[in-house]
């Protein structure tokens, strides 16, 4: 699979959002991904619609709705009107894994989920085929800076093989300290897709640009 790059932009500059983006893209960023909370399904408030919207019409970089949320379904037709290519949300947040897919797909974006790291990847077992993307969770969602848990390697390792099973292209991403050591684990476990946040790209002692500039350099070459 395509090695793939994406920011994390709740761990940006909000003063200074679209610089932020601008750096981003010269440093060859893939993706921009977006923790949409809400405070219950995960104990933080972060981004909205509206800053989603205020992006869309300014960057050609694929927008990545990550749904942290209770009943996300109240969102899928928000987030589309958007002009996003990708939204994604958590297994644990609805029970109706097929109609939630179907949602996204009439829509006509892509249809991601992701999962926890408690969450047993046989949860996906009889949704795999139907969707683009897994995020699994290396660390409890809901805040930046948490410890990366080694437990997630074996449930990447399952998943990637569940892909290449059944001959799937999917991509699968890795979201929650994701740095060079992490980087170089879940790459070898079978993530292609590496979201960065602020132990990588959005760092307080290096300059954006730079900074994002090596995280691709990184994943590209563990």
Not at 129 to 155: H, N
Not at 157 to 179: H, T
Request: charged share 30%; aromatic share 6%.
């Amino acid at each position: 699979m395509q090695i793939k790059t994406s920011a994390s932009l709740m761990c940006a500059d909000f003063r200074n959002l679209l610089q932020d983006v601008r750096k981003l893209e010269r440093a060859g960023i893939d993706w921009l991904h977006f923790d949409i909370m809400d405070d219950h399904f995960v104990p933080n408030l972060t981004i909205g619609p509206l800053i989603v919207e205020s992006l869309r019409g300014k960057t050609d970089l694929p927008f990545d709705i990550h749904l942290q949320m209770t009943n996300p379904e109240l969102f899928i037709p928000v987030f589309s009107k958007m002009g996003c290519e990708i939204i994604t949300f958590h297994v644990e947040a609805t029970s109706h894994l097929f109609r939630m897919v179907s949602l996204i797909k009439k829509e006509g974006k892509k249809a991601g989920l992701a999962i926890n790291p408690a969450t047993p990847e046989n949860h996906l077992k009889y949704i795999i085929s139907e969707i683009d993307l897994i995020i699994v969770m290396t660390v409890d969602p809901g805040f930046a800076g948490q410890r990366f848990i080694p437990q997630v390697i074996p449930k990447i390792e399952k998943l990637r093989d569940m892909v290449e099973k059944k001959n799937l292209k999917i991509d699968i991403a890795v979201d929650g300290n994701i740095k060079e050591e992490t980087i170089r684990k879940t790459k070898k476990a079978g993530a292609n897709v590496f979201i960065g946040g602020t132990s990588a790209i959005f760092r307080p002692d290096r300059e954006l640009e730079e900074a994002a500039r090596e995280f691709k350099r990184i994943c590209q070459e563990a």
